[in-house]
């Protein structure tokens, strides 16, 4: 590859256009006029050269003199490459980030059971990773089942966690509406395992909570009062009336 350029002669300017001519070669390895040629490294010399015409100057980049030179112009020496440039300094490392915490492969899991004559099974399951916070990690929500035929249905919660160690605080909320239709009204509130606001200790396999309802039961069925009012479960009338359960659980470390 040639680079050919034509500039009108003055005073100055031919020195000007050689220097530049020889920057530019010495800048890198390339092809020029045909002739490869390599980067200089150190302080070896490489001459170049130009080709000139009276009152112009052709400026050819070559490695070698005259041969190359258009008819009518002569083979000047440019001169050599200087001593190479000093190395520039390294960019600064940016500064590494902290490390986030470890991902919780344990979780606390308990399911609420409903009994409606056929024995009980799963209505809903709810689960918290246990990630230690201090106000526990919890896990809460809400579904709603119809008590059919004239029997009771029974109402209670089992729970365990992935690993040992860890509680539960349970609150379990009940409201009824009628099979006629109409508002909803309160039925039923457990509120932690006993009615002195204690937790659950959970194993690894489910197992039945407790439930702190209070001094009286109040939804109405035949279910007789249990001592201190510590419930394994909560009965409810039958006869097409709807229950809508809201249930919240708090696992927290064993103290």
């Known amino acids: 590859m040639k680079v050919i350029s034509w500039f009108p002669f003055r005073p100055g300017r031919k020195a000007a256009v050689l220097t530049a001519a020889a920057v530019a070669l010495a800048a890198g390895a390339g092809v020029w006029g045909g002739t490869a040629l390599a980067a200089a490294t150190g302080p070896k010399p490489v001459t170049v050269y130009s080709c000139e015409q009276p009152g112009h100057v052709v400026v ?31 960019g600064i490392q940016g500064v590494k980030g902290d490390t ?3 991902v919780t492969t344990d979780f606390g899991i308990a399911k609420v059971l409903v009994d409606r004559g056929s024995g009980a099974s799963a209505w809903a399951t ?11 990690d919890q896990a809460q929500g809400a579904f709603r089942f119809t008590c059919n035929g004239a029997n009771d249905c029974k109402l209670s919660l089992q729970a365990h966690a ?11 909320l009940v409201l009824k509406q009628l099979a006629a239709g109409g508002p909803e009204v309160y039925c039923e509130y457990g509120d932690g395992a006993d009615n002195n606001g204690a937790t659950a200790a959970l194993t690894t396999s489910d197992a039945t909570v ?3 309802i209070g001094g009286s039961l109040d939804c109405g069925s035949s279910q007789a009062y249990p001592a201190d009012g510590t419930a394994t479960e909560v009965d409810v009338p039958g006869g097409g009336n709807h229950y809508d359960v809201y249930t919240t659980l708090v696992f927290a470390k064993s103290s």
């Open 126 to 136: 709810y689960s918290a990773p246990l990630l230690g916070s201090p106000a526990g």
């Open 210 to 212: 407790t439930l702190g």
């Open 162 to 172: 992935t690993v040992a160690g860890w509680s539960v605080y349970p609150r379990v």
């Open 60 to 90: 050819t980049l070559l490695s070698t003199p005259s041969a190359k030179c258009p008819a009518g112009t002569t083979s000047v020496a440019i001169g050599a490459q200087g001593p190479r440039g000093l190395q520039g300094i390294q």
């Open 100 to 102: 986030g915490p470890a």
